[in-house]
């Protein structure tokens, strides 16, 4: 029940809970009876940063989807739910986004080329029963990679795929919080290195213009996302 805020909430004569709502983009209303729910409350961004106009007119951080660097500030850059783009917001984006914020911003600092890409990596668990799940992943735009739902979530497939995403989400878990000196996640034993933009293959993938991203800052470029 994506876009709908609840306006209402009301028993009925005997007693069973109603939640009100309304659709956000038709302004249909609706009643709906439950026992239990489950409610995500509406997202704002925060006002100092509206001020300071580092949020675009969604009220995200207005970033370049592919350096993470700002539009328009090139001392900032941001990562994690709160930057603009098409993507699914959890940790696994983040923990993509990470490596390339930190080398990027070390190439800003040294007056290099922001050469790392991210290409708006998501990967989600969806658990299908006590012990089965699947999982989808994709890119910007939500394009699907290889790895979208290829395990069935029922079965001997679903059954292994729930044992495995449980064993990796603990060890994320205690990667992040062991405060062990390293690289950090994803990679943790090593910096990663990326190629130039010109041979970056996402970029190819995707026709961007490699020199309107390279000088957006100097010229003004203005990269499709």
């Known amino acids: 029940m994506l876009g709908w805020d609840m ?22 209303v609706l009643e709906k009876p439950f026992m239990h729910a489950n409610i995500n409350p509406t997202s704002k961004p925060h006002q100092s940063l509206v001020d300071a106009g580092i949020t675009d007119s969604t009220g995200c951080i207005d970033v370049n989807p592919y350096t993470l660097q700002h539009e328009r500030f090139e001392n900032i850059f941001a990562f994690g739910d709160a930057i603009k783009g098409n993507t699914t917001r959890n940790q696994t984006a983040a923990t ?57 979530g029922y079965g001997l497939f679903g059954a292994a795929y729930f044992k495995y995403q449980m064993k990796t989400h603990l060890s994320a878990g205690i990667a992040y919080t062991s405060f062990k000196k390293n690289h ?42």
């Open 96 to 152: 993509a986004q990470c490596p390339i914020v930190k080398h990027n911003l070390k190439q800003f600092m040294e007056g290099k080329e922001l050469n790392a890409v991210y290409d708006g990596y998501s990967q989600y668990t969806f658990y299908m029963s006590h012990s089965h799940a699947t999982g989808m992943s994709h890119t910007w735009d939500y394009e699907p990679t290889p790895q979208n739902h290829w395990s069935s």
């Open 7 to 28: 306006i209402k909430l009301h028993q009925s004569e005997v007693g069973e809970k109603i939640a009100t709502f309304r659709n956000v983009a038709t302004g249909e």
């Open 184 to 225: 950090g996640p994803p990679h943790t034993h090593f910096n990663p290195s990326y190629d130039p933009l010109e041979h970056n293959e996402y970029l190819q993938q995707k026709g961007v213009d490699v020199e309107a991203l390279r000088n957006i800052h100097n010229k003004g470029g203005v990269v499709p996302a």
